[in-house]
């Protein structure tokens, strides 16, 4: 515990399995280095000691605990993190994020307006050819049928709806003609 810097030395340099890890420092409870390790590929940001916590500092991040025994506290340890490549790596997946959700958004609009003009277009043609006929009284008027499928059916209904009506009408007119 806190004995021998070489023991604290061997086991900060295990950190070196992780490449993110920057720096690794033993810190003595009265605050005086115990035992470092340095990552050789990456600069010493030089952070002296922090109060226990995580903090940011730009792409570095400080992790400060208080290492304690039965006893009490002991010192603590200190480990900046490089977080540089794990910034990048965040910023390159938001941008994809972005370009897939754009990519949605334009798929998303192309399949609207092709339902707006295989379905929803038939459905108002089928609603303006109704007004107008309750309008104008004119029977003769046919909606235009857009496909075979289920609102081509209903529309192929609504004209033969149209042809009875009409030559009811027309029937009617007949009958009132021959009355008078």
């Known amino acids: 515990s806190f004995g021998d810097p070489q023991l604290g030395k061997e086991a900060l340099a295990a950190l070196k399995a992780s490449p993110s890890v920057a720096s690794a420092t033993l810190y003595t409870r009265e605050g005086k280095l115990f035992a470092k390790y340095q990552n050789p590929d990456l600069d010493d940001p030089g952070f002296g ?10 792409p570095w991040l400080i992790a400060t605990t208080t ?7 002991l010192g603590r340890l200190q480990i900046v993190f490089d977080r540089s490549v794990a910034l990048a790596r965040a910023w390159d997946k938001a941008g994809l994020i972005v370009v897939v959700a754009l990519v949605t958004m334009i798929v998303g609009f192309i399949v ?12 108002n043609e089928l609603a303006s050819t109704a007004k107008h006929v309750s309008q104008t009284r004119d029977f003769s008027i046919r909606a235009d049928k857009y496909a075979d499928d289920e609102l081509g059916q209903f529309t192929d209904i609504f004209n033969e709806m149209l042809a009875q009506i009409q030559k009811q009408a027309l029937e009617i007119e007949r009958a009132q003609e021959e009355r008078e």
Not at 49 to 58: F, S
Not at 67 to 73: A, K, M, N, W, Y
Not at 117 to 123: E, N
């Open 49 to 58: 000691l922090e109060q226990p916590g995580v903090r940011a500092h730009g």
């Open 67 to 73: 290492v304690r025994d039965v006893t009490g506290e």
């Open 112 to 123: 609207a307006n092709r339902i707006g003009r295989f379905l929803v277009k038939p459905v």
